[in-house]
């Protein structure tokens, strides 16, 4: 392990609540090579771009998919989480890789991985299953605030890919992979990428490996007690889980309230344990009002589902919580300078 990997580690925060920086190695260079402006890909999801030079501190695991799904739009790269996590290495994704790294074999690394990845990264479903000649590796964020995670999903595959490619070569291929969003429209990047069969709208996301593929694979840089070391921290990094902020929790409220109407300030204070005051002051606190956060939710939720493609207008008006149509048509205009169905049809 590198001399500052080791340094970086013993200065770290004692939890982690969202994801460990070093998933975002070297993403400032990938978006301005993808023609993309960091300025504006930051300053949208509120992320410190100094925060990405510290492996092991910690990032919201919201704005973290937010980045990268900004980060695609900005760009206009809509297979940017693909292409990311194709050049990702094993070391660059610090303690998580070095988890992988120095098992003793293939097949050790990718339990160890699938092990340690809920302590590198929060609301999150991970795990290996035995399918008789097959391991199937699957992989969901979980996380009730975040709805547009497909460049994640790419991500993390690519990164799983390139740890058994790192021992079985680039001309590797897994049996097959699932997404669970949509087909995009380059879609045939993605097979060529990972050199397998690729299906979308699927339950999870999942990646096959034959078994007969690990079996005898040594790791070139094993090391017994390096692996016992890089367990140990990262497993005191996410032992202490904070769970969601506060914000977070008001905005799945928000979320769940904006079917039956407009949200009420003393009903989503009450299902959150506290008074109206109470929660007021902890969104002051936040930087954020009562008022900015309903109408952050919505535009959030606006884009999602205009993204989707599938639901009218109309629709999209009662689901946000707007009684008329034009009132929602008139707060879209007010955030993007377009209507929905011009936004939709660009």
Request: overall charge negative; charged content about 20%.
């Amino acid at each position: 392990m590198s001399q500052s990997l080791f340094a970086s580690a013993s200065l770290a925060p004692a939890s982690n609540v969202g994801v460990l920086s070093a998933a975002a190695s070297g993403l400032e260079g990938f978006i301005t090579d993808q023609g993309g402006d960091l300025d504006r890909v930051f300053g949208r999801t509120g992320i410190d771009p100094e925060q990405l030079r510290h492996p092991t501190l910690s990032l919201p695991l919201t704005s973290y998919c937010q980045v990268l799904e900004e980060a695609a739009r900005q760009s206009g790269c809509d297979n940017f989480g693909l292409r990311y996590g194709q050049q990702f290495r094993p070391r660059a994704l610090g303690l998580l890789g070095y988890v992988g790294l120095c098992s003793e074999t293939l097949e050790d690394a990718l339990r160890n991985f699938a092990a340690a990845f809920p302590f590198h990264q929060h609301s999150s479903l991970i795990r290996l299953v035995d399918c008789g000649e097959c391991y199937r590796f699957d992989y969901q964020v979980q996380h009730d605030a975040i709805l547009d995670r497909r460049q994640d999903a790419e991500l993390t595959m690519g990164m799983v890919t390139n740890l058994l490619r790192h021992v079985l070569g680039e001309g590797w291929a897994p049996r097959a992979l699932t997404f669970e969003h949509r087909r995009p429209e380059q879609w045939q990047e993605h097979a060529e990428v990972f050199g397998a069969p690729v299906q979308f709208g699927r339950p999870c996301n999942s990646l096959l490996v034959s078994k007969g593929d690990l079996q005898g694979r040594l790791m070139p840089e094993r090391d017994a007690n390096l692996l016992f070391l890089v367990q140990d921290v990262i497993r005191r990094l996410g032992e202490q889980d904070a769970g969601p902020s506060l914000v977070e929790d008001a905005g799945t409220q928000i979320r769940l309230a904006l079917v039956r109407g407009e949200p009420v300030l003393e009903q989503i204070a009450e299902q959150l344990g506290l008074t109206a005051l109470g929660l007021q002051r902890r969104l002051r606190d936040a930087g954020l009002s009562f008022t900015q956060l309903v109408e952050q939710t919505r535009r959030e939720l606006a884009l999602h589902y205009l993204r989707q493609g599938s639901r009218p207008v109309s629709e999209l008006a009662t689901l946000l919580g707007y009684s008329e149509t034009s009132a929602f048509s008139r707060a879209f205009r007010r955030w993007f300078g377009v209507s929905p169905r011009q936004w939709r049809d660009a």
